[in-house]
Structure formats: structure tokens, C-alpha cells
């Protein structure tokens, strides 16, 4: 079955500090990856997507399929990164059949 | 644009009741979905639809469901409320399936 793994529910790094989020799937087909984040009181709002190849807000995010892996970088992170983090996956390209982690908690300490 | 609004904010139930939570989007977007969010869970996709009158089940489906007469709107039912449906509710809207998800503010649920 298809599933999205965060192994850690809560994260702490201090400010200037590189910061990884792991996030592993377990998925038989080409899987199409997604971070989404929600800061305290906002709404929950998409980071990035692995089809973009982009990088926002200092944040990049690989996809490795070897190691079935698409873990968060950024190699300096700040207070307002402080947040809860979700990896998502959609399993089917016919659909949109969503599947998302537990969430990390991101706290960057001053 | 309101984007993605949901009501209502808060609702206790009592096991048993039935109630209809509202779910609209004004950005003519084809697909919406509901999930739940749960403590140490993530969120879960309760139900989802690729446009109007086409809906399907996610992961977690049961005691609930859905239709989808508009583009715009996407209710999401619980038939005979339970208190393992006691959750925060979060509707969600997009383009397509590889495009960004809106979310809406989110509904809190609780069943006594």
C-alpha cells in the first residue's frame, strides 16, 4: 500500500543551523511528491513539488527514487521557518488521491 | 476571490446527530477533496472529486458522505456522528492533480 513515512514528529535546530526533514514513501508507481506547510494561525499552503525542481523560501527538496526519499533542505534555517511540515504523495494519475505524513514540527530556536 | 471558505468554524455534535459540513471555492477549480486531521496522524483523505457529479472514496471514508452538483461546492456529511469522528475537518481545492491544494480555514468537530 501506498504510504508516506516522517519519522520525526518534532525537529529542533537553532537559527543559521542547516535543517533536514526526512520523508520517505513506499509507492509502485511514478510517484508525484508534494511539502506542504502551516505556520502557526495560517492555513495550511503548498511549499514546493518535486515536478517544479524549484526552490522556495531557501528550500529544496530531491526526489531520490533509489532510497524512495524526498527529504526537506535548507542549508540555513530561520525563526519564521518555524512550522509544522508535511510531505504529501499522489498515488494514481488518474485521480487525486492524496496521501500525507504525520507532519514534523519544525522549531528553530533564536 | 474568497478562496476556499468552510462552515462552520466550530460544531459539537451528540452521537448520533447527522450535520453537513459546507465547503466553497470561487476559483473554478475542477478537483476538491476533504480530509481530517488527527493528533500524530497527518491528515487523511476522507473523500475527493475531479469535477462535478464525479466523487470518490480516499483512505478513510466511512460514516460520511459526499456529492458535488456544482464546481463550487463540495458538502461533506456525517450520517449518524460518532465520537472517533470528533477532528479537525479540512476542505481543499485545485486545478489539477499535480497543481497546488487550497485549503480552507478548517472546521473542528467534536461528538459527545
Known amino acids: 500500500a501506498q504510504r508516506v513515512t516522517q519519522p520525526e514528529k518534532l525537529l529542533s535546530v537553532f537559527k543559521g543551523a542547516p535543517v533536514e526533514l526526512k520523508c520517505n514513501y513506499s509507492y509502485s508507481g511514478s510517484p508525484e511528491l508534494f511539502w506542504y506547510v502551516q505556520y502557526s494561525r495560517q492555513r495550511l499552503q503548498l511549499l514546493l513539488r518535486?515536478?517544479s525542481r524549484e526552490s522556495i523560501k531557501g528550500f529544496t527538496a530531491d526526489l531520490n527514487k533509489g532510497e524512495t526519499s524526498f527529504h526537506l533542505k535548507k542549508p540555513f534555517a530561520q525563526e519564521e521557518d518555524s512550522a509544522m511540515y508535511y510531505c504529501?504523495?499522489?498515488?494514481?494519475?488518474?485521480?487525486?488521491?492524496?496521501?500525507f505524513g504525520a507532519g514534523t514540527r519544525l522549531t528553530v530556536k533564536p | 476571490n474568497a478562496g476556499v471558505t468552510q462552515t462552520p468554524k466550530f460544531q459539537v455534535l451528540k452521537t448520533g446527530q447527522s450535520m453537513t459540513l459546507q465547503c466553497a471555492q470561487d476559483?473554478?477549480?475542477?478537483?476538491m477533496s476533504w480530509y481530517r486531521q488527527d493528533p500524530g496522524m497527518g491528515l487523511r483523505l476522507i473523500h475527493y472529486?475531479?469535477?462535478?457529479?464525479?466523487?470518490d472514496q480516499g483512505e478513510v471514508p466511512n460514516g460520511y458522505n459526499v456529492s458535488r452538483s456544482t464546481t463550487e461546492d463540495f458538502p461533506l456529511r456525517l450520517l449518524s456522528a460518532a465520537p472517533s469522528q470528533t477532528s479537525v475537518y479540512f476542505c481543499?481545492?485545485?486545478?489539477?492533480?499535480?497543481?497546488?491544494?487550497?485549503f480552507g480555514p478548517g472546521t473542528r468537530l467534536t461528538v459527545l
Open positions: 472529486s475531479v469535477g462535478a457529479g464525479i466523487t
Open positions: 518535486h515536478i
Open positions: 476559483m473554478n477549480h475542477e478537483y
Open positions: 481543499a481545492s485545485s486545478m489539477g492533480r499535480v497543481n497546488e491544494q487550497f
Open positions: 504529501a504523495l499522489n498515488r494514481c494519475r488518474n485521480n487525486n488521491d492524496m496521501r
